[in-house]
């Protein structure tokens, strides 16, 4: 067994949008394991706690230490309480673009620095970020504010992280750095690179001494694991190795594949993964996908990992960011076989299979997904492309199907499509309500393992908390509370 004691048996996955709340990576950071924050979207989320007054003063206030108070009395001085309705519920921000706006990068860099900062707060445990690959554009100012927060570990998957490991360093040391963006149709032979400069973010003011935090990857293969031991910019620091009944989004099948009866992508011998030879790499690593109990973390310890990432179990618990009545209406319904949870080959507009969770009132319950008139707004999941006269454009399979095929798009890609942005952003309950009366319906993800979070709910109990959920899979090595 190559169980390293300085490093965490448990690590409580990034969930976006904010499932993986500042609260719940600090009670499992503060309980000896690490506790991860989703930096995915945080933009939009932290802009709305600006605006919700019950969250104000706290978001407000954890700016406080910010390096750079100029830029952050900026940021909260744009993003009032809300008092009384007045068009949209929520001001809105910029979408991501590859060239953003100065607010819109500061913005992105304090929201960011706020979410691991919370987190941190009081404790000396370990904080990770969560980012996704995929979502290219935010990448770079979302991890310079979390290392400004002294984030310790970044943990990225959905894509090939190739360039993050030597991001890091460079931002860590507060060098200008830049990140290739895959544009589709490009033509153009030139890597189109999005930019990142700590010294034109500070406007002259000091840069502050910063820590380098570890990069963890989140794959689905050795092949990919040892891809990435070979970029030339720096290997990463470990593995999350993530099996396909996992929460969120999950690597498709290899090659050309099938559907079952319930339309779901059906997986063969090709899609398993290579443990021994993600082993043999030496770097420390996790397994991800239904570990949820005690037995289960020693059998993957047994494989030569260090632990296990857990997403499922947490999400569901009293401190994570999914809104209280959808935990309570989960919870319920799974007492009655309900709350089914499906891989959707459609619904992300990755393109990645994407888990959801049939729960009435969301949108991903067929009908009500089906009856969600088309907008798209926040932009997290627009992909750049090259536009005939050679400027860069946005399009996203979920927005406006005639949008989208104007833009070149193929009117097959819109078909089952679900607005991850505002339905995950919903889930949290920062919906939009906007002036014309409609409201954005939440949509839930959850891995396969949902079926079983029962098992931490005490006889009489309406919620379990995560430290119900660390007791388990650390069973007489759990220890409590650690300051
Ligand atoms: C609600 C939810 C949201 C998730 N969002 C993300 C995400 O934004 N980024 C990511 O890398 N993984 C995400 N995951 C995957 C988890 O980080 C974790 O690897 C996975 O949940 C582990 O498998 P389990 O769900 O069976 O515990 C998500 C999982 C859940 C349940």
């Not at 953003?100 to 620095?113: G, P, W």
């Not at 460079?170 to 544009?183: C, G, H, W």
């Given at each position: 067994m190559n169980t390293n004691h300085s490093l965490p048996e448990i690590i409580q996955g990034g969930m976006g949008v904010g499932v993986s709340s500042w609260q719940l990576a600090r009670q499992v950071s503060m309980n000896g394991q690490l506790g991860v924050v989703s930096g995915t979207a945080v933009a939009v989320t932290f802009s709305r706690r600006l605006q919700e007054p019950a969250t104000a003063e706290l978001m407000r206030r954890i700016l406080d230490e910010f390096p750079f108070p100029e830029i952050a009395k900026r940021v909260a001085d744009k993003y009032q309480p809300v008092s009384e309705q007045r068009g949209d519920k929520?001001?809105?921000?910029?979408?991501?673009?590859?060239?953003?706006?100065?607010?819109?990068?500061?913005?992105?860099?304090?929201?960011?620095?706020?979410?691991?900062?919370?987190?941190?707060?009081?404790?000396?445990?370990?904080?990770?970020?969560?980012?996704?690959?995929k979502l290219q554009a935010p990448t770079l100012p979302s991890l310079y504010g979390a290392i400004l927060a002294d984030v310790d570990y970044v943990l990225m998957g959905a894509g090939i992280?190739?360039?993050?490991?030597?991001?890091?360093?460079?931002?860590?040391?507060?060098?200008?750095?830049?990140?290739?963006?895959?544009?589709?149709?490009?033509t153009q032979t030139e890597p189109t690179l999005a930019h990142f400069s700590p010294t034109t973010f500070a406007d002259g003011a000091p840069l502050p001494t910063l820590k380098r935090p570890k990069f963890l990857a989140i794959i689905s293969s050795a092949t990919l694991a040892m891809h990435l031991m070979r970029a030339s910019t720096g290997a990463p620091d470990g593995f999350i190795v993530e099996h396909n009944i996992a929460g969120g989004h999950n690597a498709p099948p290899r090659g050309k594949y099938d559907l079952n009866e319930n339309g779901e992508p059906i997986y063969g011998v090709r899609d398993e993964i290579d443990i021994q030879a993600i082993a043999a790499i030496g770097l420390p690593f996790w397994l991800a996908g239904g570990y949820g109990n005690r037995d289960q973390v020693l059998a993957a310890q047994a494989l030569g990992s260090q632990g296990v990432q857990v997403g499922t179990a947490f999400a569901l618990c009293e401190e994570s960011g999914l809104n209280l009545e959808l935990k309570l209406e989960i919870l319920d319904a799974l007492k009655t076989g309900g709350a089914t949870v499906k891989t959707d080959p459609l619904a992300s507009p990755t393109g990645f299979p994407f888990k959801v969770v049939d729960l009435k009132g969301t949108i991903g319950e067929k009908e009500t997904g089906d009856q969600r008139k088309r907008i798209c707004d926040l932009g997290y999941l627009r992909e750049p492309y090259r536009k005939e006269n050679g400027t860069i454009g946005y399009r996203c399979?979920?927005?406006?199907?005639?949008?989208?095929?104007?833009?070149?798009?193929?009117?097959?890609?819109?078909?089952?499509?679900?607005?991850?942005?505002?339905?995950?952003?919903?889930?949290?309950?920062?919906?939009?309500?906007?002036?014309?009366?409609?409201?954005?319906?939440?949509?839930?993800?959850?891995?396969?393992?949902?079926?079983?979070?029962?098992?931490?709910?005490?006889?009489?109990?309406?919620?379990?908390?995560?430290?119900?959920?660390?007791?388990?899979?650390?069973?007489?090595?759990?220890?409590?509370?650690?300051?």
């Open positions: 929520y001001k809105m921000i910029a979408m991501p673009t590859i060239q953003q706006s100065k607010d819109a990068i500061e913005l992105m860099v304090v929201a960011n620095y706020a979410e691991v900062k919370l987190a941190k707060q009081g404790h000396q445990g370990l904080i990770g970020v969560n980012l996704l690959e992280p190739t360039r993050i490991p030597g991001v890091i360093t460079d931002l860590a040391l507060n060098k200008d750095t830049s990140l290739p963006i895959k544009i589709a149709n490009d399979p979920s927005e406006p199907v005639d949008d989208y095929v104007k833009k070149g798009g193929n009117i097959e890609d819109t078909v089952g499509r679900r607005c991850l942005c505002n339905g995950l952003v919903a889930t949290m309950g920062l919906g939009q309500e906007r002036k014309d009366g409609s409201v954005e319906l939440p949509i839930i993800t959850a891995g396969d393992d949902l079926k079983f979070v029962l098992r931490f709910l005490a006889k009489g109990q309406l919620l379990y908390k995560a430290v119900d959920v660390l007791k388990v899979l650390l069973g007489e090595k759990f220890k409590p509370l650690h300051q």
